[in-house]
T-cell receptor
Framework: DAKTTQPPSMDCAEGRAANLPCNHSTISGNEYVYWYRQIHSQGPQYIIHGLKNNETNEMASLIITEDRKSSTLILPHATLRDTAVYYCIVRLPGSARQLTFGSGTQLTVLP | GAVVSQHPSRVICKSGTSVKIECRSLDFQATTMFWYRQFPKQSLMLMATSNEGSKATYEQGVEKDKFLINHASLTLSTLTVTSAHPEDSSFYIC??????????????FGPGTRLTVL
């Protein structure tokens, strides 16, 4: 699986959009970008994934650059409950391998 | 769908005792379950991969005789921490991989078990 780089921490005001970047310059052509988050003392939660087109679901939007070397997870209207560590993971869909977590980004939503 | 449960959610035990943690996939079958450990302010680290009906595969540095894993059915895996010591205090998280349908091979995580060894 390709390596990813994320900023260690970010702050965001409640109600504003939170934009979390991820660099994955060594991503291969058929690898997807996955995002998970982990709220304190809970298990990781799947958010969204994508290959090259922008994706949106009820939780977030995922913007992947045209060269696929970076992506941004967007939480359109952050709430206090979105405070968590966000992990960007690059992998093949349906891979038999386990998910490998980097250090992620600690997002703190401020009131 | 795709719910994974863990029991207990938290446990406190004395040094030298053994603790069993259960991981269940509630609405899907999982031939493979993964056990992770997470120390404070650190990321999740894979301990072992559990395959139904066969022996678990342990990551380097994880003692297989100390962390016993049993995956006797397609919906249950157990992790037993034997002769626990304070350094084993951690957050243990399991995940299960769905083998069928649209969720094939995606991993779903349990809520975690907080182990404190006194």
């Amino acid at each position: 699986d390709a390596k990813t780089t994320q900023p260690p921490s970010m702050d965001c005001a409640e109600g504003r959009a939170a934009n979390l970047p991820c660099n994955h310059s060594t991503i291969s052509g058929n690898e997807y970008v996955y995002w998970y988050r982990q709220i304190h003392s809970q298990g990781p939660q799947y958010i969204i994934h994508g290959l090259k087109n922008n994706e949106t679901n009820e939780m977030a939007s995922l913007i992947i650059t045209e060269d696929r070397k970076s992506s941004t997870l967007i939480l359109p209207h952050a709430t206090l409950r979105d405070t968590a560590v966000y992990y960007c993971i690059v992998r093949l869909p349906g891979s038999a391998r386990q998910l490998t977590f980097g250090s992620g980004t600690q997002l703190t939503v401020l009131p | 769908g795709a719910v994974v449960s863990q029991h207990p959610s938290r446990v406190i035990c004395k040094s030298g005792t053994s603790v069993k943690i259960e991981c269940r996939s509630l609405d899907f079958q999982a031939t493979t379950m993964f056990w992770y450990r997470q120390f404070p302010k650190q990321s999740l680290m894979l301990m072992a991969t559990s395959n139904e009906g066969s022996k678990a595969t342990y990551e380097q540095g994880v003692e297989k005789d100390k962390f016993l894993i049993n995956h006797a059915s397609l919906t249950l895996s157990t992790l037993t921490v034997t002769s626990a010591h304070p350094e084993d205090s951690s957050f243990y998280i399991c995940s299960a991989r769905d083998i069928s349908g649209d969720l094939r091979n995606e991993q779903f995580f349990g809520p975690g078990t907080r182990l404190t060894v006194l």
